[in-house]
């Protein structure tokens, strides 16, 4: 069942436009995904869905109560830098009636709660922004880039702590344009560009739309060009000595008939990633 629906969400400043026509719906329980580049509109859409922006034309419907029910950390949250872990945690729960037990979210942070805010890492924050964001016992968690500026392994953790939002049957709202991010966490997941919705589908579903068969990479200084005119080859490209060959199952056959094995090295197969999905469908990289 839907818990959040968008239909025809159209946001303009001035002349500019932010969101053009986007319509989508998330159900209750699952991690949805919007991704995009920067300045495609996906936080203008999720500002819009938590009440903080009023569109300029369509409909949003969320069911619950957006001041008790739906927790939000946007991209730039920051708090005072004297303000200690626990007396932030303790803060946020007095403003709801009925909050989570802030100590045990407080635990889950593995946060000093005598920790001043200026003091923390970049992971730390985050790992804190997200306990902020359930603090109020949401049904719905909005998170807006909470990994961007992150090291590998604080990324990770932040992952888990989304994880774990599902398993408390949180539904989450997630805007990121990491592919591997979207990848790991999404149940759906929807490409946005220039404002416009291109695609909502699971981030599988994403990659076999745009899969065309198999794709090969290879070193080789040997020409190439005898492999576009072969019939199971769709494209070929060319940067120095690396080549990528795209083409139908039997591709790898084509390309190692036409040319010697002694020209090839590094051969590979590779597979189509949540990246080259959302190049083709957008035309641009996702960072």
């Given at each position: 069942m839907a818990i959040i629906t968008v239909e025809n969400l159209h946001k303009t400043y001035g002349t500019h436009v932010a969101v053009d026509d986007v319509s989508f719906s998330v159900d209750e329980g699952e991690i949805f995904g919007i991704v995009g580049r920067n300045g495609a509109g996906k936080t203008t859409t999720v500002e819009c869905v938590a009440g903080l922006r009023t569109p300029t034309s369509g409909r949003v419907t969320v069911d619950a109560d957006l001041k008790q029910q739906v927790g939000v950390q946007l991209q730039d949250c920051t708090l005072p830098d004297k303000i200690r872990v626990g007396e932030a945690l303790a803060l946020y729960a007095s403003f709801y009636s009925r909050p989570a037990d802030w100590r045990a979210l407080l635990e889950e942070t593995g946060l000093d709660p005598r920790t001043a805010f200026a003091k923390l890492s970049g992971g730390q924050r985050q790992r804190l922004s997200i306990a902020l964001a359930l603090v109020g016992n949401p049904r719905i968690a909005i998170l807006d880039?909470?990994?961007?500026?992150?090291?590998?392994?604080?990324?990770?953790?932040?992952?888990?702590?989304?994880?774990?939002?599902?398993?408390?049957?949180?539904?989450?709202?997630?805007?990121?344009?990491?592919?591997?991010?979207?990848?790991?966490?999404?149940?759906?997941?929807?490409?946005?560009?220039?404002?416009?919705?291109?695609?909502?589908?699971?981030?599988?579903?994403?990659?076999?739309?745009?899969?065309?068969?198999?794709?090969?990479?290879?070193?080789?200084?040997?020409?190439?060009?005898?492999?576009?005119?072969?019939?199971?080859?769709?494209?070929?490209?060319?940067?120095?000595?690396?080549?990528?060959?795209?083409?139908?199952?039997?591709?790898?056959?084509?390309?190692?008939?036409?040319?010697?094995?002694?020209?090839?090295?590094?051969?590979?197969?590779?597979?189509?990633?949540?990246?080259?999905?959302?190049?083709?469908?957008?035309g641009h990289p996702a960072s």
């Amino acid at each position: 069942m839907a818990i959040i629906t968008v239909e025809n969400l159209h946001k303009t400043y001035g002349t500019h436009v932010a969101v053009d026509d986007v319509s989508f719906s998330v159900d209750e329980g699952e991690i949805f995904g919007i991704v995009g580049r920067n300045g495609a509109g996906k936080t203008t859409t999720v500002e819009c869905v938590a009440g903080l922006r009023t569109p300029t034309s369509g409909r949003v419907t969320v069911d619950a109560d957006l001041k008790q029910q739906v927790g939000v950390q946007l991209q730039d949250c920051t708090l005072p830098d004297k303000i200690r872990v626990g007396e932030a945690l303790a803060l946020y729960a007095s403003f709801y009636s009925r909050p989570a037990d802030w100590r045990a979210l407080l635990e889950e942070t593995g946060l000093d709660p005598r920790t001043a805010f200026a003091k923390l890492s970049g992971g730390q924050r985050q790992r804190l922004s997200i306990a902020l964001a359930l603090v109020g016992n949401p049904r719905i968690a909005i998170l807006d880039e909470l990994t961007t500026g992150l090291d590998p392994q604080a990324r990770r953790d932040t992952w888990e702590s989304i994880a774990r939002m599902r398993e408390r049957g949180v539904t989450v709202l997630l805007i990121s344009h990491f592919m591997e991010e979207i990848e790991r966490l999404c149940d759906r997941v929807l490409v946005v560009s220039a404002g416009r919705a291109l695609a909502i589908d699971t981030p599988a579903g994403l990659v076999v739309r745009v899969s065309g068969g198999q794709r090969i990479s290879f070193r080789t200084s040997a020409s190439v060009d005898a492999l576009k005119d072969l019939p199971d080859v769709t494209s070929v490209s060319r940067d120095g000595d690396e080549v990528v060959v795209t083409g139908t199952d039997d591709v790898l056959t084509a390309v190692v008939n036409t040319l010697p094995a002694s020209q090839l090295s590094a051969l590979r197969m590779e597979r189509t990633t949540l990246d080259d999905a959302f190049l083709a469908l957008t035309g641009h990289p996702a960072s």
